[in-house]
């Protein structure tokens, strides 16, 4: 119900001031002093457009109090309101009506509640339209561009694998704009972001997960950026289907197949069919187009590889051998430079290590003494752990073992050095240490010939 209001002027006892009930107009005839009594209040509507508002639109009103610390807002059929400075509230006409005015009652009132004076504010007078663009305002347009197809990876039976797409829809309009919302009006999907939109643009791209097989039809909602009342519609579709990809097929290939003891080995992993999207050789991830890993072996074995694709993931192979090396440590008692005095000649999973002898293996040694040599000669050999720490000495004196082996046990990363020690007529040379001498050779040949 609406309450038209004649213009009154009253004035205070003093005659210091009129107010005009109607306008809302404080006209001062002195310059008082600010009390409650002098209290005064404005009605304003935040979102008319060209002074319009459609019929059954929402509304917004601010009150905004002057001259007083509390005030209260009364309306019809509604509880009173208070408020310090201002307030605001929304209403909404039913009908289509030109020259409609908004009136609310204000009590401006005393620390203690008390009312110190009660008098109706009045808006400007507007129009209710019946709807659609107001008057003088050009029609909203919009458009999504499209239509968009996106594929899913599915599996054997047709049910998808991993996440549905987001597909970015472009929005254009004719003016700046902002997106208010999106329906769909067939198939299944949602906007993961750019709905709402609150940026004023001519251009919008919310992003839309489709799920549904199909087409995915969405309508979305925009408004004016500047006459919010404004608005236009406009559709969009996403098609999805389903792509199935056989699982895939991979082949491993070495640099080599057979190696010594602490000998590496280049791996390269490839894709002979189907997609991935994954690979690994020995546990380590690779490209599964073409990657590549180096291992270092100290026995032979197994190494498998892997690629991932949409279905499943797939396995390769390579078997390496590690083979078991002739070592020998050959001494030189004297002058002849033949390095077949006495030799220590063995056979395992070993490495030679400049003139160091290294075990790659939990492994027992078979190694053979020999000596072709006028002069004897005392050897000393010394097994030290991976630590450094002396697990086990084997002394002998050539000439006594000549042509029989010796057993030696090894754990991985123990080593083998030695002492030669010429006797008799040789015996100037004196004590020769493996790590240090020039008589001593070590490599992966044994010298048990010659004179």
Known sequence: MFTACAAQRESDEDGDFQIDDSA???????????????ATAT?????????SVAANASLLWKVVGLGCSRFQMIRPNQAPAEFASEIYYSTSYRFPVNGLIEVVTIRALSSTGATVREWTVTSAPFNVTSGGTPPGVDPLTCAVGGPYS???PVNAAGY??????????????????????????????????G????????????????????????????????NPLVRATCSGTISLSGVYTPPSACQLVANRYSVSPGGSVTFTLSTTSGSAFAGAIDGVSVSPFGGTRTITFSSSRTVFAAVGGYNGTSYCEAYITVTQDQVGINFEDFVDSDYNDAVLCMTGFLQVLGKQIVSHAAQTIYARRTRISACDS???LRIYNGSGG???????????VNGSSIAINLQSGWKIDSRFTPLGTCAATGAQEQQSSSRIAVGNYCNVTGN
């Open 24 to 38: 809302i107009v404080v006209v001062p005839t002195s310059t008082p002093t600010v009390t409650c009594a002098s």
């Open 43 to 51: 009605l304003v509507a935040q979102n008319l457009v060209n002074n």
């Open 150 to 152: 996106v594929t899913v």
């Open 160 to 193: 998808p694998i991993g996440n549905f797409p987001t597909v970015p829809m472009a929005i254009t309009s004719n003016r700046a704009s902002r997106v208010l919302s999106m329906t769909v009006l067939a198939g299944a999907a949602y906007a993961s972001s």
């Open 195 to 226: 709905v709402p939109d609150t940026t004023a643009n001519g251009i919008h791209s919310p992003q839309v997960v489709p799920y549904a097989p199909g087409a995915n039809l969405v309508r979305f909602e925009l408004a004016d950026a500047t």
């Open 378 to 380: 005392n050897v000393l």
């Open 390 to 400: 002396l697990e086990q000495t084997i002394a002998y004196t050539s000439s006594l």
